[in-house]
């Protein structure tokens, strides 16, 4: 009998699930789908979508009821803040997720470094917490050296300011003034490259994925606000073009020292690192696939994603992951004015046939009668597989000047040799190379 599942959520990362979720080795799977905005490239792969609001849990529960789920999938951290995987555990329905209480790994920034204290988890950077915003102010003019200032709740990735990068001392406190925010941590400021480990977790079994990059300033040359990412590469290895093998066998220690300590947690652990002189240092941890980060790893992923969902629910050891040998680069296309002053309603334009051989994610827009419309949201995204990363960012750019990115805005420099050597080159220099 097939599968019925049920993926929680509309987005590019939710598109790549649904790509991944062909049959198994067990059988077929009958895709259901629901999610805020009518995601076409879901719409078109699913037996159903079902438009409605993912944090709110009976709404889903409802619906994984009436489609007879046999699984679930959570793509997005708020329906895991908002409590989905508890409420379909209550109806004998297994999602692919952390509770809610898990996810405060990534919902409760002053939890989650809290945590790796408590637990000794390597690469702490030194922070405090405060929810009192004159004494995080008062902090700020005594520490020696820069911090970085996050909101403890959930931000889309975009509340977190760097003092020295993005933002003077003066500026930082006056964001945390002028913000509404009730709890803030403050945390040393890591200088180093950033890259993404996500590991597929359950029964305390871990299961990485190669490291990928993501690009969080809108602008080229890593200019602009930070955005939930513009794109995003990884190479033909685990490893990155600027990382060792221990480097990566690093973060993969840290991720395990995580769930080691996270007990009964299930699902993707995405580790974001830092990696600095000192090696890699942990920016935070989300509990769910990144995105972009899902459309490079999930489409090398040659072990059928199936596979190791149902491993998990029947409580079998998790499949050993196969991945392709190949490089991966992801461009997101966003409305102009994303994410500050996102337009949305705009008309998208896609010529899927034209995009070659690049594969093509849609992400949250919203397919209505006459049309794709684009939300606040980031659009569309192409990725590029090659054997190198060089080659796959061609495919990428190939597939973006034919696809259409009218109206819409995407950082072309993500993957090109040029930008990929300068990373090479920033950790050379933080080594003293
Ligand atoms: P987050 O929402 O925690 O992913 O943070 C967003 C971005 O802020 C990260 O991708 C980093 O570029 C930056 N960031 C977060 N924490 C730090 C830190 N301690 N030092 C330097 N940059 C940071
Ligand atoms: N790419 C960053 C995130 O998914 O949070």
Redesign the pocket.
Known sequence: MAEHVLLIGGGGREHAIARALEGGSGGEVDLYACAGNRNPGIARLATEFETLETTNPKAVREYAEDVGATLAVVGPEAPLEAGVVDELEDAGIYAFGPKAEEARIETDKAFQRRFMAEHDVPGCPEFETFDDMDAACDFIDEYDGDLAIKPAGLTG?KGVKVIGDQVTAEEGKAYIRDSDYDRIVLEERLVGEEF?VQAFVADGEVRTAPAVQ?HKRAYEGDEGPNT??MG?YSDATFELPFMTDADYEEAVSVIEATVDALEGYRGIL?G?FMLTSEGPKVIEF?ARF????AMNTLPVLETPFLDVLTAARDGDELPALEFASQATVCKYAVPEGYPTDPKAGAKVQVDEESAGDALLYYASVDERDDGIYTTTSRAFAVVGVADSITEAEEIAEDALEVAGEEGLHVRHDIGKPDLVQQRIDHVEELRGK
């Open positions: 990735g993404t993501d939930g990412g995003s995405y974001q989300n990144g995105d972009p980060e």
